[in-house]
Every structure is written in C-alpha cells, then in structure tokens.
Nanobody, 124 residues
Framework: QVQLVESGGGLVQAGDALRLSCAGS????????MGWFRQAPGKEREFVAA????????YYADSVKGRFTISRDNAKNTVYLQMNSLKPEDTAVYYC?????????????????WGQGTQVTVSS
C-alpha cells in the first residue's frame, strides 16, 4: 500500500510561483511513475504532468508546458511540481498519483494510488 501526502499549496497572485511536494510512505516508489493532476470547481480532474521512475521521461499538459516542471527525489520518496508564472486558471485542487506500471501517462485510470490533494488558488 502507498500513502501519498501533498503539500505546498496556497493563495498566490498571478505571476507568482509555488512548489508542490508529494511525499510517499508505506512502500518504496521504486518503478512507480508519478503524476500530478488537478481539479477545478465544477470541472473534471485533468492531467498536469507525469514523470517516469528513472526521471528520464516527463510529460506535460499543453496548458502548463513551459511553466511547470515535475521532478522527483527517489531517495526521499518525494515528487515535486514547480509552478511558475501562475495564472488564475491554474486554480484547483492538485493531486499526486502513483502508477505501478511506470508508464508516463495522462490517463487517470492508469494510476493506482492518489493523495488527498492540496488547494492552489491564484488571484488576478
């Protein structure tokens, strides 16, 4: 079993930056791909970014490409999402997720474990 806990969310202004963290416990992240998703009020959960266990492959949604960076520290069982140049439309609850098949995917059903989420609010 894997437990995921997100942190780092908050209220910021447009143009600001935030770094989200997702700490895993319960078992090693070895061979797990990790993803970040988000869900805005009244909208479906959507893919943001994903990273392979080795860190050698990443994948981003077009809406965040060039602004967000996903990374991981496997020694710390932690994955990060650096978010720069934030926009009001980035406002959402952000979730991290773990995929035991180590596939860098945008598909929600690919992921086996999910965190509880952290709120990010960007004011204009």
């Amino acid at each position: 079993q894997v437990q995921l806990v997100e942190s780092g969310g908050g209220l910021v202004q447009a143009g600001d930056a935030l770094r989200l963290s997702c700490a895993g416990s319960g078992r090693t992240f070895r061979n797990y791909a990790m993803g970040w998703f988000r869900q805005a009020p009244g909208k479906e959960r959507e893919f943001v970014a994903a990273i392979k266990w080795s860190g050698t492959m990443t994948y981003y949604a077009d809406s965040v490409k060039g602004r967000f960076t996903i990374s991981r520290d496997n020694a710390k069982n932690t994955v990060y999402l650096q978010m720069n140049s934030l926009k009001p439309e980035d406002t959402a609850v952000y979730y991290c997720a773990a995929d035991s098949s180590d596939i860098v995917s945008a598909r929600i059903d690919e992921y086996d474990y999910w965190g509880q989420g952290t709120q990010v609010t960007v004011s204009s």
